[in-house]
Structures are given as C-alpha cells and as structure tokens.
C-alpha cells in the first residue's frame, strides 16, 4: 500500500471544500479583474455577475472643458484660454458596501464653441453615490476682435468630487494679443490625461490625449473662422479583486 502524503496549507490562504479540494479563500486572490465603462452616459455594475468578488477600487474620471470658438474680423486677432482638465476620485470598497447594482456615469468632453461662443463644461462622472468627479470648466469667450495687447485669463480648474483620493483637475492656460501676434491657451491636464496644445497661429482648438484634458484654445486672424475644441471625454474604472 502507496504511504498517503501529508499536505500542510495555511488556513488564512486556503480552505478544503465539501468535494476535498483545495481552494483559496475568498479575499486572498488579489486583482483578477478590470472592468472599464468608457462610452459617455449612464451603466450598471452588478456584483453578482462576480461571485468570488471580495472588494473593488474604483477610478473614476470626469470629462474636459470645451474651448471656446474665435471668429475674428479681417486684419484683426482672437485668441481662446483653454478649457480646464476634469476632475478625478479613487476609492477601495469592501463588496459587503456595494448596493446590488451600482450605477455607473460616464461624463461626456465638453462641446467646443462655435463662432465668438464659449465651449461647453465637462460633464461629471461617478460610481454609485459614493466616488463622484466633477467636469472641467469650459474655455471663456471675453477676447473681441482686435489688435490691442491684451490677455485672456486662464480657466479654473473644478473643485474636488468625493471619495478617498480626489483631485480636481488642471487650469486652463490663459490666452494672450500683442497687434496681430498671440498664442491660445493650453488646456489643462486630468489625472488619465493631458490638455489639448495652445497655438500661435490660426486653427481650431487643440485636441486633449488621453481621457478628461481640457481643449486647447482656438486662434482667429484676419477674419478666419475656428471652432473650439472639444474636452475628452471622462472614464470609470474598477478594479475587481477576489
């Protein structure tokens, strides 16, 4: 008769089920899963749908602030401040803190102006009621046509959302004329991003990278037309460990 080995596991990591397997305890396993919701609007997570399911960090990412357009009239000069950078929140919950179903927002890039009209706020996004992150302020439009020297003030950034770790995103940068020489202004980086560029020459405002940048502003002369940019848009992440 083959001798039967003796095998010693710690308790804290494992446990013998009804059938003598060998099994890890819940809440020992680590990160197994992410999961991303990342199309603006609105989604549900279910924690049933992860049985083994012990706690989740949730990272949530509001969206950027739109520029603002410039329409500037012949021989004059406009120049846009970017729109700021959307705010952030983080926090690790314990499943047994988790309703059923959470609902999950995901803030959309706010719109970029059109003509002399602002852009658009950033929208906010949130994981249940308890991790919120507010939208960056949209790129203003108080420049007029001209070419005085004169600035336009950089975009406040949003203040903090809720939840363990919270940010509120980076300012927009001002925008400046001297005769009919400028520059826009940068838009203001996010936690998962960074803000659309500013530039010294005629175009549309700049484009962010990554998710929840402020757009960079737009840049008329000469009666050229540019809309502003659009902010990016935000993204929830969470993080599943078993």
Known sequence: MSPVANVCACGEYFHVDDTGELCLNKGTMGLRRMVQFSTPG????????????????????????????????????????????????????????????????????????????????????????????????????????????????????????????????????????????????RGGDSWLGFGGYGRTTSGPGGTSRGRGGGAGGAFSSDGKSYDGGAGGNGIVIIELFG
Do not use: C, H
């Not at 609105?42 to 992860?50: L, M, S, V, W």
């Not at 309703?99 to 719109?111: C, F, L, M, T």
């Not at 975009?155 to 980076?170: D, E, K, R, V």
């Open 42 to 185: 609105t989604a549900k997570f279910r924690k049933a749908d992860y049985p083994w399911l012990a706690r989740v960090r949730v990272k949530v990412q509001a969206g950027g602030g739109g520029s603002a357009g410039a329409d500037a009239a012949a021989k004059q000069l406009i120049a846009r401040p970017g729109g700021s950078g959307g705010g952030y929140a983080e926090s690790l919950i314990e499943v047994g803190a988790l309703a059923d179903v959470e609902s999950v927002v995901i803030g959309a890039g706010g719109a970029g102006g059109i003509g002399n009209n602002p852009g658009a706020p950033g929208g906010a996004s949130s994981f249940g009621g308890t991790v919120t992150a507010i939208g960056g302020n949209p790129g203003t439009d108080g420049m007029t046509s001209g070419t005085s020297n004169t600035t336009s003030n950089g975009i406040s950034a949003p203040s903090s959302g809720a939840g363990q770790i919270t940010s509120g995103g980076g300012p927009g940068e001002g925008a400046l004329r001297m005769a009919m020489r400028g520059m826009s202004g």
